[in-house]
């Protein structure tokens, strides 16, 4: 059954059968202005293959794309997504599927032709009349679905009409095509997921234009994810005079203060849903200044994704919600949004689609001042040895509205405290790089959202070493929540960390044992996550920051602390340089696999466990990976530095290789033992 939107957009929710079989009897027609099929080899191929995938994966529903239609009676005239739209017709008759609607290209016969014949038997016949591309196309799909025996299954076919799903996009009979046509040839492609999320919620506001207007209007400035919002949406009455707070209360006050500057503004025409759904900020109401300094970063996150975010954070609130459901993927983005505002209606409705407005305006301003983003000049080869992270809140360091000043600086002006929290952050981000496993981010904007001083940045930093501990303790280290390759569960996160819409950091697991969970090498370990690494790194950093930095003048001081990490001295500046690089991904064993055939005392076990591990760069990983530990030793604490350095991906590893010279090249059982207690030791506190 098609989901239809609640309002008067022409939005629909359709399955594959009720495109091609719907009861109603219906024309799929492509006009003459719309080219060729043209889809190739590798295009249909991909179709074939995600479907199958989702059916595999046992998805309830795979969205495969919009299809856009202008209605001429029982005409559809298919304005956009006719590739797609033809290609499920030929995918449909190599498996053998009989339906009632049809699909026809106007005045071009051969196409036609070529539809008409697919999977007859006397299609040779007429060849010669049909379009080479969509007979091609047909024994494209023919030939990859035979290859994976998916012709003559009745599961696929049936997943294939019932549970893959297009979004129907009909434009209104009323609309101006010449102005949608204009607008689609400019962009070169179809209506983005986010785009359509976009005309479904300003839709909603239709019997309000200024809201309409202003929802737009803070979309467009929050779209924008590599720049800093204050930039973007230079509005005093939310920022301050100074474009560094978020002062608003709630959506009411949001609307009510934007609303009447739209009053005090120059009367603009109304725009329709179709320009809204296309806007740009500036066209709508300009907020910035003209020769404004344009500030950009890389964000850590998309906007479809960003979106998902917002919209989970928002629903906390709800009774019934339960976010272990809620799926942090932007492939589900139509059906979570879908979700969220269907059984909502009148001004309860209008309401919720305000407060989303509210919610996504204040997220972004804290996700830009707060959150680390990553230095748009760090894939510079020059700059590659530093940190790419930046933690920074801007500010309009002069009031004086002629002046476009706007600069972002650290977010606190404690180095060590800055430190931390840059690190921490960091941390997270590369541990949690993909899109679905954000969770931290989500958390991170709860604790912002509720904060009542955004400027205590102690209790900023109090929170994120809570969440780090609760990760390792309650989850990592808790088997309740790990498979069998000690991978956390889906919903270990949300399960330990959410309570009744807030961050719960209150440690649950009493028998925390590291050995019990991740072994000793006595036996093969079942996998130790990037997370573990990652935070133990975090922990060396924070002991030479924290603990002796200020006596490291002093020799035994200096000795006493290296003695805890189980070497002797090397360089400090090792300490200070670290940062959390990106790359680190690649799991390295110190003393390498390859060479395990020639030892006497190491095994498959003894090597496998977190003494011989280190997470390092994958760089370094592929060029010395069967390197005996002396040969690393040697190599990577090569004073030349002809060897890149890998301690600024790994404290840990360089821990091990100074413990390894220590011992004259020695690296035996002995040595891997010793070195995971002590680092097991720091890890635990």
Known sequence: MAKKNNNSLPLTEQSINEIYNSTDLVVYEVPIYQRNFAWEKEQIEAMINDVCDAWKAKKETYYIGTLVTHQKEEVFEVIDGQQRLTTIYIILKAL????????????????????KYLGEENANDFKSECDDAIMEGYKIAKDALENQELIGNNDYTNYFLHHVHIIHYRVPRDINLNQYFEVMNSRGEQLEKHEIVKANLINKLSEDRESMRTFAQIWDSCANMNRYIQQKFQEKAIFGNALDCFQIKDYEELFNQLNKQDDEQPKQKDLSIIELIQSNTSEIKKTGGDKEEIISFQSIIDFPNFLLIVLKLMRLDEENFIPQEFILDDKELLKAFDEAFRNLKGIELQNRVKQFAFYLLKAKFLLDNYIVHIDRHAEDKKIQEKSPWELKKGKKENNDNNKNDFSPNNLSGDSLLQKKLVHKLSLLEVTFTPRQRKNYLLYCLIYLFKCDDLNDFAAYDDFLEKLLDKYLKDIYLNPKELNEKNTPSPNAFDGRLL?????????????????????????????????????????????????????????????????????????????????FSRTRRSLEHYFPQANVKNSKELDENKINCFGNYAMIGSAANSAGSNWSPKVKCDRYLDSSE????????????????????????????????????????????
């Open 96 to 115: 053998g599927v009989d339906f009632n609607n049809r699909l026809t290209y106007r005045a071009r016969n051969k196409s036609d032709m070529a539809l």
């Open 499 to 579: 309570r009744d819409g807030n961050v719960y950091l209150e440690i649950e697991n009493k028998d925390i044992d590291f050995v019990k969970v991740f072994g000793d090498g006595t036996e093969i370990s079942k996998g130790i996550p990037l997370f573990v690494f990652n935070y133990l790194d975090y922990k060396i950093w924070k002991k030479y920051a924290t603990e002796r930095v200020e006596d490291f003048k002093k020799e035994a001081v200096k000795t006493q602390f290296f003695d805890e990490l189980g070497c002797t001295p090397f360089d400090l500046n090792e300490f200070q340089d670290f940062y």
């Open 642 to 685: 002809k060897i890149d350095r890998v301690s600024v991906s790994s404290l840990k590893f360089l821990i091990m290789m100074q413990k390894c010279k220590d011992g004259d090249g020695k690296w035996d059982f002995e040595n891997i033992q010793e070195h995971q207690k002590k680092m097991v030791d720091i890890l635990l506190g």
